[in-house]
């Protein structure tokens, strides 16, 4: 498994989507070092870390191997800051370990109650979708329609974003990971909801961007319901990557919460 590592004091875990990898930390990480030893891994099958046969890209074995690179990188207990897929991976790692997991920072995370996704999971669930699938996601018009639907206002892309995204398809089953994720994306999903009640007592951020295309803000309440001491920011006109679209603002909701005595206080903020 890949992984960067950078910064110095109390230990953060970076986890990326489905089909990111460390370098979506790339704003994020330089700032969260000032204070944190952060670690930005590529989860395995994904980015440019191993890409075993037939691994299995269920949920539990996700968390399970995210545990086990913790484990393995002498953290005694740490904070987990995921996004999209890597923050289910978050939820169910804590859900694993609740007494490794500190706190829970995250970002528009696949979550039982938004309805995007899972159509999309269901067709390419089927071989002869996915194998089309697969074909049109190396060719470059494809990945910019990808990466532009992820983006409240398309004019934050910056310069080397697509290319940066594009990188590990180079990599031969590039997209075998997220394929495998999609398979059992509803079961996953069932399972991730049954064991929200073991983590509740875990203090949470969750951040949303209004304009998410990908994982429905409408259900960020829904999560929140299930937590005790969670609190909500939502970035007016930021899509689904608000840490590369409006990295400072991002930057310093993370760094405020993390400093932050653990108050036990609910609350939602829009900015």
């Keep these: ?34 204070q944190f030893t952060v670690y930005a891994v590529d989860m395995l099958g994904a980015g440019f870390s191993d890409r075993p046969r037939d691994l299995d890209c269920r949920l539990r074995q996700n968390a399970a191997r995210l545990l086990r690179f913790i484990d393995a990188a002498g953290i005694a207990k740490c904070d987990l800051l995921g996004t999209s897929h890597g923050g289910a991976v978050a939820m169910m790692g804590a859900a694993l370990v609740p007494e490794t997991i500190g706190r829970l920072i995250l970002v528009a ?14 067709l390419l669930s089927k071989t002869p979708i996915a ?6 996601a190396h060719f470059q018009i494809a990945q910019r329609l990808v990466l532009r639907r992820m983006y409240g206002d398309t004019t934050r892309i910056r310069p080397g974003t697509l290319e940066g995204y594009a990188a590990p398809l180079a990599v031969p089953g590039a ?97």
């Design 131 to 136: 194998s089309l699938f697969v074909c049109a």
């Design 175 to 271: 997209l075998d990971y997220g394929l495998s994720v999609l398979r059992s994306w509803t079961r996953d999903l069932q399972e991730l909801k049954s064991i929200l009640p073991r983590i509740a007592h875990i203090p949470t951020l969750l951040i949303w961007g209004d304009a998410d295309a990908a994982v429905d803000p409408s259900s960020a309440v829904r999560l929140q319901e299930n937590f005790k001491q969670c609190r909500l920011v939502i970035f007016e006109g930021v899509g689904h990557l608000p840490y590369e679209e409006t990295p400072e603002q991002f930057n310093n909701v993370v760094i405020e919460f993390l400093l932050a005595t653990k108050s036990g206080k609910n609350g939602t903020t829009t900015g």
């Design 109 to 122: 995370p696949v979550n039982p109650w938004s309805s995007h996704g899972k159509t999309l999971a269901g």
């Design 1 to 34: 498994m890949r992984y960067l590592r950078d910064g110095s004091g109390p230990p953060l875990v970076l986890l990326h989507g489905l089909l990111g990898y460390s370098f979506s930390w790339r704003y994020a990480m330089p700032v969260l070092a000032r």
